[in-house]
């Protein structure tokens, strides 16, 4: 009776001890979430502002790069080792002793002029008719390197013909003599005072040259056969001395948009083709948009870990993956978590660390089995399976493989 007594205080101690701990453990946990909950609300809208930030500076990036006038210096720069350009090509010229100096601006290049230099250019959209003509006015020779209906017009040289193909030079002027042969990419019909070369059989040239006020033009569409990607094609690097080395002193002429004085054709800027009512409508959304996000954030607290209200057990999860990795046909996820698992068996029958490596594993089987290990190495840690029939092959030989340790390892325990 007296040791029931003993006992029953002892548990009523024990039991009320317990009660106080839980208290005050409650209390503690109560105290540390609540004060972990204010600066972890902190933290959520400080990121949510990183965010809007980084979305507003996107914006404004997305802004510049729309607004960035395109880039007239791709055709045939000669500063460009890209495919497009012509770098190849006046190194090429330099290597026969002509200067060539790039200049980036009309007055620049008026600045570099010399008696005798020639001025290379392609077709200058970006100048009026104008300009242009005061610009071939300063030099003593001109090379147009691409063509354009304007310019033909402008410089009176002819008018478009059709037929295209290989074109031999046969003209009268000698640096043209051992060009060979090129692919015309543009073909012309001459006008009375100019000179053809490369004619077609239908008379039509590739290249046209003529003398405009004392200023001797050669007019040729040469974007494809100059450029650095076909400049080793045919007779293209001959037509490119012909045209370019046949004077000391070279002024090659980069256009740009930047350059130009065509004010009634330039490219509408993007506010002025944005309605009035958006820029509105984007600030009073992004307004709306940072409310909500303080808001909503103000509610989230910190996350809570929560047990389950059941029991689910190992087996019905790995039935759940292996229908969803069925389900996705993912051949390579499939192989690796049955590679995973085999590795793991395997490594608990060869006495090896759980986190000893496929090698190790491999290692270690082919030294039980004695089988060369190489082939136990991309079994175990080879290429994924392409297919569902190659991932059978693979699950069959791993199966295999454990089946063939596991009889080892009882041969060697049988007494």
């Given at each position: 009776m007296s040791?029931?007594?003993?006992?029953?205080?002892?548990?009523?101690?024990?039991?009320?001890?317990?009660?106080?701990?839980?208290?005050?453990?409650?209390?503690?946990?109560?105290?540390?979430?609540?004060?972990?909950?204010?600066?972890?609300?902190?933290?959520?809208?400080?990121?949510?502002?990183?965010?809007?930030?980084?979305?507003?500076?996107?914006?404004?990036?997305?802004?510049?790069?729309?607004?960035?006038?395109?880039?007239?210096?791709?055709?045939?720069?000669?500063?460009?080792?890209?495919?497009?350009?012509?770098?190849?090509?006046a190194e090429l010229v330099r290597e026969q002793g002509t200067e060539v100096e790039v200049v980036r601006s009309r007055a620049a290049a008026v600045a570099a002029l010399e008696p005798g230099s020639a001025l290379v250019l392609t077709d200058p959209v970006a100048l009026t008719d104008d300009t242009v003509l005061d610009l071939l006015d300063e030099a003593d020779r001109v090379v147009l390197l691409s063509t354009s209906a304007r310019m033909l017009e402008l410089l009176e040289l002819g008018s478009d013909a059709g037929g295209l193909g290989a074109v031999e030079a046969s003209c009268d002027h000698a640096e043209f003599a051992e060009t060979g042969s090129v692919e015309a990419e543009r073909m012309f019909d001459p006008a009375d005072d100019v000179d053809g070369c490369f004619r077609g059989a239908d008379g039509s040239a590739a290249l046209l040259i003529a003398d405009r006020d004392g200023t001797k033009v050669s007019f040729i569409e040469a974007t494809r056969m100059l450029s650095n990607?076909?400049?080793?094609?045919?007779?293209?690097?001959?037509?490119?001395?012909?045209?370019?080395?046949?004077?000391?002193?070279?002024?090659?002429?980069?256009?740009?948009?930047?350059?130009?004085?065509?004010?009634?054709?330039?490219?509408?800027?993007?506010?002025?083709?944005?309605?009035?009512?958006?820029?509105?409508?984007?600030?009073?959304?992004?307004?709306?948009?940072?409310?909500?996000?303080?808001?909503?954030?103000?509610?989230?607290?910190?996350?809570?870990?929560?047990?389950?209200?059941?029991?689910?057990?190992?087996?019905?999860?790995?039935?759940?993956?292996?229908?969803?990795?069925?389900?996705?046909?993912?051949?390579?996820?499939?192989?690796?978590?049955?590679?995973?698992?085999?590795?793991?068996?395997?490594?608990?029958?060869?006495?090896?660390?759980p986190r000893a490596t496929a090698v190790e594993i491999a290692d270690a089987a082919s030294d039980r089995l004695g089988v060369p290990r190489g082939s136990l190495h991309d079994l175990l840690g080879g290429a994924p399976p392409a297919d569902d029939r190659e991932l059978i092959e693979l699950a069959r030989r791993l199966a295999e493989l454990e089946t063939a340790v596991e009889a080892a390892h009882t041969e060697r325990n049988r007494p």
């Amino acid at each position: 009776m007296s040791t029931t007594t003993s006992s029953t205080a002892l548990s009523s101690t024990s039991l009320s001890g317990t009660t106080t701990s839980s208290a005050s453990l409650s209390s503690d946990t109560l105290g540390s979430t609540a004060a972990a909950r204010r600066p972890g609300r902190r933290r959520n809208v400080l990121g949510w502002l990183l965010v809007v930030v980084m979305l507003v500076g996107i914006a404004l990036l997305s802004l510049r790069l729309v607004t960035t006038a395109p880039s007239l210096e791709g055709v045939l720069n000669p500063e460009s080792p890209a495919p497009g350009g012509a770098k190849a090509l006046a190194e090429l010229v330099r290597e026969q002793g002509t200067e060539v100096e790039v200049v980036r601006s009309r007055a620049a290049a008026v600045a570099a002029l010399e008696p005798g230099s020639a001025l290379v250019l392609t077709d200058p959209v970006a100048l009026t008719d104008d300009t242009v003509l005061d610009l071939l006015d300063e030099a003593d020779r001109v090379v147009l390197l691409s063509t354009s209906a304007r310019m033909l017009e402008l410089l009176e040289l002819g008018s478009d013909a059709g037929g295209l193909g290989a074109v031999e030079a046969s003209c009268d002027h000698a640096e043209f003599a051992e060009t060979g042969s090129v692919e015309a990419e543009r073909m012309f019909d001459p006008a009375d005072d100019v000179d053809g070369c490369f004619r077609g059989a239908d008379g039509s040239a590739a290249l046209l040259i003529a003398d405009r006020d004392g200023t001797k033009v050669s007019f040729i569409e040469a974007t494809r056969m100059l450029s650095n990607r076909h400049l080793a094609d045919d007779g293209n690097a001959a037509l490119g001395l012909a045209l370019l080395a046949q004077t000391d002193h070279v002024v090659w002429y980069i256009g740009s948009l930047g350059d130009g004085d065509r004010v009634a054709d330039a490219p509408a800027t993007l506010g002025e083709l944005t309605p009035a009512w958006l820029t509105p409508a984007i600030l009073l959304l992004l307004i709306a948009g940072i409310a909500a996000i303080w808001w909503r954030g103000a509610r989230f607290g910190p996350l809570v870990a929560e047990s389950l209200p059941v029991t689910v057990r190992a087996s019905e999860t790995m039935h759940g993956r292996a229908r969803l990795t069925a389900k996705a046909a993912d051949a390579s996820h499939a192989a690796a978590a049955i590679r995973a698992g085999t590795r793991a068996r395997l490594a608990r029958r060869l006495a090896l660390s759980p986190r000893a490596t496929a090698v190790e594993i491999a290692d270690a089987a082919s030294d039980r089995l004695g089988v060369p290990r190489g082939s136990l190495h991309d079994l175990l840690g080879g290429a994924p399976p392409a297919d569902d029939r190659e991932l059978i092959e693979l699950a069959r030989r791993l199966a295999e493989l454990e089946t063939a340790v596991e009889a080892a390892h009882t041969e060697r325990n049988r007494p």
